[in-house]
């Protein structure tokens, strides 16, 4: 079983929808959670992070945390042809082996 | 201010040669990462230091020597490289609050590294 997992897509969805993307993880460990945009030929962006239960809004995201269900999600509202990109989902520990694990990425098709 | 450079951008390198990869951050963060990135695959951890001492080491190969000079400067020197080693080099920092929630990582541009 993986660490991180993630359906790798592609997600299409219309332009102005709300994009769903998901994540387990099975490290029962894990305190820290991560979503990173990752456009074709650069560099991981970070944007969002969640550590606690529940649901966290920054704009047009929202990250969500389940950590009975090792369950994290990530909502992109009003989507844009711009949005399009590999979503990465990442954990982290607080203790012992400290350092971002990642999911396979989700690719998302965003169509005008 | 969450910047992290990388130099160079581009790299191409024969197997006989000797090259360093370079990184660079002013956040006072004490964790710094070296990851591999194939492509169409997510980032592969090679090596982390906190607070300047080497603290993981997935079992790179030793052609791979990283280098943490002091807190904000990050090596990875490359000697006698294979074409399989080809791929988009990151480096990442981030604070390291011991025994407290994790902050983010943030990445750099990456180096893109062709063996030839």
């Known amino acids: 079983q993986k660490e991180v997992e993630q359906n790798s897509g592609p997600l299409s969805v219309p332009e102005g929808a709300i994009a769903s993307l998901n994540c387990t993880y099975s490290?029962?460990?894990?305190?820290?959670f991560f979503w990173y945009r990752q456009y074709s030929g650069k560099s991981p962006e970070l944007i969002m992070s969640?550590?606690?239960?529940g649901d966290k809004e920054d704009g047009r995201f929202t990250a969500q945390l389940n950590k009975a269900s090792q369950y994290v999600s990530l909502l992109i509202r009003d989507s844009q042809p711009s949005d399009s990109a590999t979503y990465l989902c990442?954990?982290?520990?607080?203790?012992?082996?400290?350092?971002?694990?990642f999911g396979s990425g989700t690719r998302l098709q965003v169509q005008p | 201010d969450t910047e992290v450079t990388q130099t160079p951008k581009h790299l191409v390198m024969g197997m006989t040669n000797k090259k360093s990869l370079k990184c660079e951050q002013h956040?006072?963060?004490?964790?710094m990462y070296w990851y591999k990135q194939k492509a169409k695959k997510p980032p592969e951890l090679m090596f982390v230091?906190?607070?300047?001492?080497?603290?993981i080491n997935e079992s790179v190969p030793s052609r791979f020597s990283p280098e943490c000079p002091n807190s904000s400067l990050l090596n990875l020197h490359l000697h006698a490289l294979q074409p399989e080693d080809s791929a988009l080099y990151l480096c990442?920092?981030?604070?390291?609050?011991?025994?407290?929630?994790?902050?983010?990582?943030?990445f750099g541009q990456g180096t893109r590294l062709t063996v030839v």
């Open positions: 230091y906190s607070y300047e001492k080497l603290s």
């Open positions: 990442a954990v982290n520990r607080d203790t012992g082996r400290r350092a971002l694990t």
């Open positions: 490290d029962r460990v894990s305190q820290s």
């Open positions: 969640i550590y606690s239960n």
């Open positions: 956040m006072g963060h004490r964790a």
């Open positions: 990442a920092s981030s604070q390291d609050r011991t025994g407290g929630v994790n902050t983010e990582a943030f």
